[in-house]
């Protein structure tokens, strides 16, 4: 069920779940009461209420949305939030949760970053909001995500990201043009002055958890931060 689980604060837990949890979004084509029910089966494993958890229309752009009781389902690519469970779903891009303290109780974050995200900013975005809402001493879980050998993309796009974003400049392990976006990621969070502290494996190496590059028909994974007091 769980490819990694721990406490990413006192009091708050993270998790990133594996091929094994079964398919966790319903926009690639599966049958939506069996999404429901894994999703379901989840929360459950995780301690929190049946639907508890929030999920975001993820539309790969920069949005960072703040998440109280009354907020539906954001079409957004981060979201913050005092009290909820967030849940962030993927299959090759980077699940990023964060979590910081704040008077007011922890504060956390879900990320989705694939390649426009890491070029647009979102992960330091998120962590410009959170500091808004108090949060302070904030750490990083990076999710697993295709790495930089793996990644390949043409040359005008490599070129494209790592202007804004350096240390995404990769070669493929065979040697062609690729992304380093975990590497991009991890820079934009330093320099953001938040510590990773869990970094996950490749995606497409690794049969256990889904990858859009290995199959395009396939499910999606999920990471979650939520509160565990
Ligand atoms: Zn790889």
Redesign the pocket.
């Known amino acids: 069920m769980f490819h990694w689980r721990g406490e990413i604060l006192p009091g708050v837990s993270a998790a990133f779940t594996d091929s094994s949890a079964g398919n966790l979004a319903l926009h690639v084509g599966d049958d939506p009461d069996d999404v429901l029910r894994r999703r379901e089966r989840l929360e459950a494993m995780m301690g929190i209420e049946p639907q508890g958890l929030r999920f975001m229309n993820q539309v790969h752009g920069t949005t960072v949305a703040v998440m109280g009781r009354e907020s539906g389902t954001p079409d957004a690519d981060a979201m913050v939030s005092q009290a909820l469970p967030l849940a962030v779903m993927v299959a090759d891009c980077i699940p990023v949760l964060l979590a910081g303290k704040s008077t007011g109780g922890p504060v956390l974050a879900a990320v989705h970053a694939g390649r426009p995200g890491v070029a647009g900013g979102v992960i330091p975005l998120a962590v410009d909001r959170m500091r808004s809402l108090g949060a302070s001493g904030i750490k990083a879980w990076l999710g697993p995500s295709?790495?930089g050998?793996?990644?390949e993309v043409p040359a005008p796009l490599r070129d494209e990201v790592a202007a804004g974003v350096p240390a995404a400049w990769s070669t493929t392990s065979w040697g062609t043009p690729a992304l380093d976006l975990p590497a991009g990621a991890r820079r934009q969070l330093e320099d953001a002055g938040v510590d990773v502290e869990y970094s996950g494996p490749?995606t497409?190496?690794t049969e256990s958890l889904y990858s859009y590059r290995r199959d395009r028909a396939t499910g999606r994974f999920a990471g979650m931060v939520w509160r565990n007091d």
């Open positions: 295709i790495c050998s793996c990644y490749c497409l190496e």
